[in-house]
């Protein structure tokens, strides 16, 4: 399985940026799939997840109301679109692919990881 995310770069506070994941390697419209970020000496930590089908979302507390995630079943991706973005929500941001339907929001359930996009929000 790989995972391609992109879309990272450098953005104002306040300003927009859409994350992008492209999955192969297995058959996406299957399985869950997340975002996580891990900022500069902290911990990864969950971002949102989505159901295989779309239909059922979980958001972090601390992003809710600014990110969205959404999925393309037919293109084999999965978007974050982040709006409203601060300081804090600089970090390396991974998307992650499940192992079930489920949306999850824990990396203890056999993730799958791509390889990193980096967003730096400047104030």
């Known amino acids: 399985v790989q995972l391609q995310a992109s879309g990272g770069g450098l953005v104002q506070a306040g300003g927009s940026l859409r994350l992008s994941c492209s999955v192969s390697?297995?058959?996406?419209?299957?399985?869950?799939m997340g975002w996580f970020r891990q900022a500069p000496g902290k911990e990864r930590e969950f971002v949102a997840s989505i159901s295989s089908g779309g239909g059922s979302t979980v958001t972090a507390d601390s992003v809710k109301g600014r990110f969205t995630i959404s999925r393309d079943n037919p293109k084999n991706s999965v978007y974050l679109q982040m709006n409203s973005l601060k300081p804090e929500d600089t970090a390396v941001y991974y998307c992650a692919s499940g192992a079930s339907p489920s949306p999850f929001r824990s990396e203890g359930v056999n993730l799958r990881w791509g390889q990193g996009t980096l967003v730096t929000v400047s104030s």
């Open positions: 390697g297995r058959t996406f419209s299957l399985y869950g």
